[in-house]
């Protein structure tokens, strides 16, 4: 009922930035509780960050001050600022939307040093 497409990954060197994206359709309810999550090979999915219906956020201790997440609800999309990016941030990134639980198809974010 619901479709999630994450988008704006790619290869960036350490210290820079990157904004993914994640467009969701296919409903008539606008996002609301949303997660983005990030999986590197060998380990497991892991939260990053979340936004609830009121705003609020939260984040994982290894990104706290360096990624923002929000939502354009016109756009029915929610992003993640990423900035000061690491090596150890290499990994698939995942949109989750909590109210379908429902994943997207990830992102690829790599980062060297």
């Known amino acids: 009922q619901v479709q999630l497409v994450e988008s704006g990954g790619g290869l960036v060197q350490a210290g820079g930035s990157l904004r993914l994206s994640c467009a969701v359709s296919g409903s008539r309810f606008s996002i609301v509780a949303m997660g983005w999550y990030r999986q590197a090979p060998g380990k497991e999915r892991e939260l990053v960050a979340a936004i609830n219906g009121g705003g609020n956020t939260n984040y994982a201790d290894s990104v706290k001050g360096r990624f923002t997440i929000s939502r354009d609800n016109a756009k029915n999309t929610v992003y993640l600022q990423m900035n000061s990016l690491k090596p150890e941030d290499t990994a698939v990134y995942y949109c989750?939307?909590?109210?379908?639980?429902?994943w997207g198809q990830g992102t690829q974010v790599t980062v060297s040093s």
């Open positions: 989750k939307s909590y109210a379908f639980n429902s």
